[in-house]
């Protein structure tokens, strides 16, 4: 699983990756880690965590524990713990999550709730970096 | 006793076969010998041994040799271990399953080190190591829930015991779990891997599926795993 202060790059195998080349359509329930590098249509659970990589194209809404993004995404993220984004990721879609880091150059357009882990307390963002 | 099942590939091998059996003299483990291109029935015959008290059945062949008799075995006995002499080309079963060549078989077979595995199941038939097709015009359901498309012209893998190859590439495939993998391999390391829990529905009207790198069938099948366990007697350089 990710640690805030671990290098995503580290994580490069996991229970389920779809390439470059594959497309998968439909809805896509796991207990495990999954590593995104190709296109998904549909909807994604998982109780572990989900890298999204540069090159992926995703048009979902995806529930998981940890993520990170570094590429596309059209749909809504819930995340249950730490979610990272990367310079190369555009989201558009609403975010929840209970602890985020944003790098610059990256883009969001949609609703961002943050609920920090220890005092439960909500914030919400509304951004729109593009 | 054990039962030798020969080929009739071990006809063309047959310097390779009498090196084995010199071995099996040596170390004493002789047995009963069925040829298979000489019995009408084989599952009878096979059956019949089983009943007359047979312990290990040792097949002298290749991948399709292994998924015939374990067709046969899956549905009469799944207690009789069973062990692999791979002889002449196309044993990736038997290099799966840490069986090298027929020179280190006899030594494998004497140390009798066993493994149990699941089955994998395509239709009415079962099979050990895995199902592959070209993706071209392939449709592919997996758990009744999602599709899958491949954008390259590549081959889709089910995989149940991993081949050395896949091995190799740091792919992980138990055949002593409850589930099936889904393999897509493209050039630049780019791999698709995707669990299936229940079941995979393929469909193509063009193309047949092979199983066990040997026997072709043909479409819509649906894979799974099987509740079908079978014994091995395996090498320690197994992919599992």
Known sequence: MFKKDQNFENFTEAETIIGESVLVKGNFESNGNLIINGSLEGEIKTRGAVLVGEKSKINANISAQEMMVKGNIVGNLSVSEYLAIGESAKILGDIECSQISIERGAEINGRVIISGQKNRREESLETNNE | ?240
């Open chain 2, 1 to 240: 006793m054990n039962v030798f099942i020969y080929d009739a590939v071990t006809e063309k091998y047959k310097k390779k076969t009498r090196k084995f059996e010199e071995q099996i003299n040596k170390l004493g483990l002789q047995g009963k010998i069925l040829y298979l291109n000489s019995i009408k029935n084989p599952a009878e015959s096979i059956e019949k041994e089983i009943n007359s008290g047979a312990k290990t059945i040792i097949i002298l062949g290749n991948d399709r040799t292994a998924n015939l008799v374990v067709n046969i075995l899956a549905n009469i006995s799944q207690n009789i271990p069973i062990f692999i002499v791979p002889i002449g080309k196309d044993n990736l079963i038997a290099e799966s399953l840490g069986i090298e060549n027929e020179k280190d078989a006899a030594f494998i077979l004497s140390a009798r080190r066993t493994e149990s595995i699941k089955l994998g199941k395509i239709n009415h038939l079962f099979f050990i190591s895995n199902c592959q097709i070209t993706n071209k015009d392939t449709s592919i359901k997996i758990d009744n829930s999602y599709s899958v498309f491949s954008q390259k012209e590549t081959i889709y893998k089910i995989v149940n015991l991993a081949d050395k190859d896949l091995f190799s590439k740091n792919t992980k495939s138990s055949p002593q779990d409850d589930r099936l993998e889904f393999f897509v391999f493209n050039k630049n390391k780019d791999k698709t891997i995707l669990p299936i829990n229940k079941a995979i529905e393929i469909t193509n009207n063009n193309f047949s599926i092979l199983l066990d790198n040997s026997v072709q069938i043909s479409l819509p099948a649906t894979i799974s795993i099987s509740d079908k366990k079978i014994t091995f007697v395996v090498g320690k350089d197994r992919t599992f």
